[in-house]
């Protein structure tokens, strides 16, 4: 089936710092990527949709300058958090509309620390 | 965008009991309702889901009902098992190609 294959699983980074997390479609064209942010005991908060080779667009609340969206290309989508501070700690995850038996194909989430 | 509402936030069940979640929507025009299953720090997986012309679906001991009218759609597990404990998540779309609003989630525990 479509994998979405999310890296990296788990980083630590310092105030101040980016964090860059990528999502790649290894067996299909993801022409649009959707990214979410989950805090803990909370449910998952659609951020941003990207398509490959436009802007992507925002949710209402989401900064835009912040989370940088990236995709390049057809199976690259990235998010970018920049000068990262301790309330953007959550798990970041990505999803592909793309049908597979196991649904909509979603990364396996990045776990972000800033400390 | 949508606005996904779901109960309750928490649920615990005997063994073997049945469980109920339940969720509303805001946007009449959201077609297609899935269902997720998610443990802590993994990717969600779906478990079932349902179209707006359909008003119910059932895979073994999980069933969905769809009330379009009222814009509910809500989760049947039955004979539950220590194995379904999880955090559960509804989901409503436009279609399979558009993104997911979700629900606030539900925190299942299954009592041996």
């Known amino acids: 089936g479509a994998v979405v294959s999310q890296h990296p699983s788990r980083v630590i980074c310092k105030s101040g710092t980016s964090v860059k997390i990528e999502c790649r479609s290894l067996?299909?064209?993801?022409?649009?990527m959707f990214w979410y942010r989950q805090f803990p005991k909370q449910s998952l908060m659609l951020m941003a949709t990207?398509?490959?080779?436009?802007?992507?667009?925002?949710e209402q609340g989401v900064e835009k300058d912040k989370f940088l969206i990236n995709h390049a290309s057809l199976t690259l989508s990235t998010l970018t958090v920049t000068s990262a501070h301790p309330e953007d700690s959550s798990f970041y995850i990505c999803?592909?509309?793309?049908?597979?038996?196991?649904?909509?194909?979603f990364g396996s989430g990045t776990r972000l620390t800033v400390v | 965008g949508e606005n996904v509402e779901q109960h309750p936030s928490t649920l615990s069940v005997q063994e073997g009991d049945s469980a109920v979640i339940k969720c509303t929507y805001s946007?009449?025009?959201?077609?297609?309702f899935p269902w997720y299953k998610q443990e802590l720090g993994k990717r969600p997986q779906l478990i079932i889901d349902?179209?707006?012309?359909?008003g119910e679906k059932k895979d073994q001991r999980i069933a969905v009902t769809l009330n379009k009218t009222a814009k509910h759609f809500s989760l049947h597990i039955t004979e539950t098992q220590p194995e379904d404990s999880a955090v559960y998540f509804c989901?409503?779309?436009?279609?399979?190609?558009?993104?997911?609003?979700f629900g606030t989630g539900t925190s299942l525990t299954v009592i041996p």
């Open positions: 999803s592909a509309p793309h049908w597979s038996s196991d649904g909509y194909t």
């Open positions: 067996d299909f064209q993801a022409t649009t």
């Open positions: 990207s398509n490959e080779g436009s802007k992507a667009t925002y």
């Open positions: 946007d009449s025009a959201s077609n297609y």
């Open positions: 349902i179209r707006s012309n359909v």
């Open positions: 989901a409503a779309s436009l279609n399979t190609g558009n993104q997911f609003y």
